[in-house]
């Protein structure tokens, strides 16, 4: 009886031994990769947490290991002068400002095409367009990417400065500040500040695109000895990225939101917020030209970025626009079937 017992123990330690040496074995043949990310979770990063949660990335042969940014300017200029992170997520513009100063980066996926900058007024407002700001009081942020478009924005209207009151906040008061109603408009990143302040202030949005300044949004880049050391798998992390995205908004937007709050639990996120923010986010991905994947940079809307950014001097104009990206690098059809489950 007692060989019985030791045999048949045998046999479960055994088989115990071998699922643990094929776990370790499973973990060790995945690829590692490092990702900074522009902010604190958001509906930005939907793409990131549900392909995270699902598996995907791990399937695909990757091991993505992300960490929070606290803005895009910090976010490019850590993944370019450092050899800490393979990949970064931010906003392309401040990539291309500083890829024209000498960092070496390059956009590798955009996501969101159309610029997010603009200003915000509330639902119960005259303000249609920037005519419409003259004597009224609006909030922005100085050290903020959409603070050296303002001028540009006031001039399609016929006014400047002095026709209005600006009221310079940090970036963390500028919510309350308009929410609140001690501002008649509010200049900032539209898909993240309009669910926000829309809880207490219902609120919409007159794009600053609209008015001849567009650039591409948020999207993945790297450097340029990541692009050639690590190309391979960050080809996979922005591949896998792309299709998550395609799966969002192919009806899933829920399903994301699940899992952003199933991934950071300890970030008591809204999840009114973070549907409101996919949502918001939706229209400035656009449709990319026939035969251009998801996530692709599409070469005309570079051309435009590159005459936004340096019509207001945030970049030279002797840099041709497709030095700021790099081509060929994302391929969401290839995990079609992993997606799909079949």
Not at 17 to 38: F, K, T
Not at 47 to 58: D, E, R, V
Not at 189 to 218: C, K
Not at 233 to 261: L, M, N, P
């Amino acid at each position: 009886m007692k060989n019985i017992v030791s045999a048949a123990w045998m046999r479960i330690a055994t088989a115990a031994a071998g699922c643990l040496m094929a776990v370790a074995a499973s973990a060790q043949s995945l690829e590692p990769l490092n990702v900074r990310l522009d902010w604190t979770p958001w509906g930005v990063h939907a793409a990131f947490h549900l392909a995270q949660q699902k598996g995907w990335y791990k399937k695909a042969g990757l091991d993505v290991r992300f960490e929070d940014g606290n803005g895009s300017v910090t976010t490019v200029q850590i993944v370019g002068s450092g050899d800490s992170f393979d990949v970064g997520h931010a906003s392309l513009a401040s990539m291309m400002i500083a890829r024209d100063k000498g960092l070496p980066v390059k956009a590798v996926a955009v996501f969101a095409r159309r610029s997010d900058i603009g200003l915000l007024v509330p639902d119960d407002s005259n303000i249609k367009g920037p005519a419409d700001l003259k004597g009224k009081k609006v909030v922005y942020t100085a050290g903020s990417l959409e603070a050296p478009f303002i001028d540009s924005f006031l001039k399609a209207g016929n006014i400047t400065r002095s026709d209005l009151e600006l009221l310079n906040v940090d970036a963390a008061s500028k919510a309350t500040t308009y929410a609140v109603g001690r501002a008649d408009a509010a200049v900032s990143t539209i898909p993240f500040f309009l669910p926000v302040v829309s809880q207490s202030r219902p609120s919409h949005a007159i794009s600053f695109a609209d008015y001849g300044l567009n650039m591409p949004s948020f999207g993945i880049f790297a450097s340029e000895d990541k692009l050639k050391s690590r190309g391979k798998a960050i080809s996979k992390f922005a591949s896998v990225t792309a299709r998550a995205w395609q799966y969002i908004y192919d009806g899933h937007e829920d399903e994301a939101v699940d899992a952003i709050i199933a991934q950071r639990p300890q970030a008591r996120l809204d999840r009114k917020v973070l549907r409101g923010q996919i949502d918001a986010l939706k229209p400035y991905f656009g449709t990319p030209p026939a035969g251009t994947p998801m996530g692709a940079p599409v070469p005309e809307n570079w051309v435009k970025a590159v005459k936004t950014l340096s019509s207001v001097g945030l970049i030279g104009n002797k840099r041709k626009a497709d030095d700021y990206y790099v081509t060929g690098m994302v391929h969401p059809a290839q995990y079609d079937a992993m997606v799909s489950g079949k």
